[in-house]
């Protein structure tokens, strides 16, 4: 059985998505040029869990976490393709993931389903919760606090990088060159909702986000972590209500 949801026709250079029996799939035609396809696969390849689990120890985004323990409660506000949810899980941390795009959520969810049938994934993607949704509205309505976050927001795509992986260039036609512009305003909300820290992944040599100034940052290979603390740590009263009466 094969149903296909189109927007725009291979010549307009539309997207499809093709639900098949080996799981979901969406397709950026581009005109004369060959389709891309995007399957997400969490167990093998570049995003597989064995090669999440090899690299976990020297893994950056476990680093710029700092020192929480396995159990930690972390708040992936970007899920996207479910690489870092992946890594975040395999490291023990109990992760909700957030993905605004109904396309990418499904195509993820259906991922995870997949993957969970791999007798090694069952424990880790038992500890991710993944959840269709604007992060800052989910936030809003349950006023959940984390012991910490990472945000991967879109960055505009690069026109000169021929390399930009094949994913991402699928995720821009289905997002928009702008989208996750108002990538600013999500760290503003999510310093609200953790006790511990905001981790931001960034190009290497790309500005901060907003211009804000993180309190350190951890440089990988491709990547920046920048890591920002919340000014009054989430889930602690006010420093107003700790002053002493003088009266
Ligand atoms: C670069 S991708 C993230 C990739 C992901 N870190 C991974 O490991 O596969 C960015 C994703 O964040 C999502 N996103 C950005 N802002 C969001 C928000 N406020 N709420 C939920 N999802 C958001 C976008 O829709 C996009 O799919």
Not at 41 to 55: C, E, N, S
Not at 207 to 212: A, H, Q, S, V
Request: net charge positive; glycine share 8%; with cysteine.
């Amino acid at each position: 059985m094969r149903g296909v949801i189109t927007s725009g026709g291979p010549e307009e250079g539309g997207l499809e998505l093709v639900c098949e029996a080996e799981g979901l799939t969406l397709v950026a035609h581009q005109g004369t040029d060959p389709p891309l396809a995007l399957n997400i696969d969490l167990t093998g390849g570049t995003r597989g869990y064995r090669q999440a689990r090899a690299a976990q120890s020297r893994e950056d985004l476990v680093r710029s976490l700092g020192r929480l323990p396995r159990g930690s409660q972390i708040l992936d506000a970007s899920a996207g393709l479910g690489r870092d949810a992946l890594v975040l899980a395999a490291w023990g941390f109990e992760v909700l993931a957030l993905e605004r795009s109904p396309v990418l959520a499904a195509l993820l969810a259906d991922a995870l389903e997949r993957a969970s049938a791999h007798e090694a994934l069952r424990a880790p993607l038992a500890r991710v919760d993944l959840q269709q949704g604007d992060v800052r509205q989910w936030l809003s309505r349950h006023g959940r606090v984390f012991d910490a976050a990472v945000f991967d927001p879109m960055f505009p795509p690069r026109r000169k990088n021929a390399q930009v992986k094949k994913d991402m260039r699928v995720l821009h036609r289905l997002l928009g060159a702008d989208a996750d512009s108002d990538a600013p305003e999500t760290l503003a909300v999510l310093l609200r909702h953790v006790r511990h820290s905001v981790v931001v992944k960034r190009p290497l040599h790309a500005p901060c986000l907003g211009d804000l100034k993180p309190a350190r940052s951890l440089r990988g290979r491709s990547t920046r972590f920048d890591v920002y603390l919340p000014k009054v740590p989430a889930g602690h009263p006010p420093e107003s209500s700790l002053a002493v009466s003088r009266s």
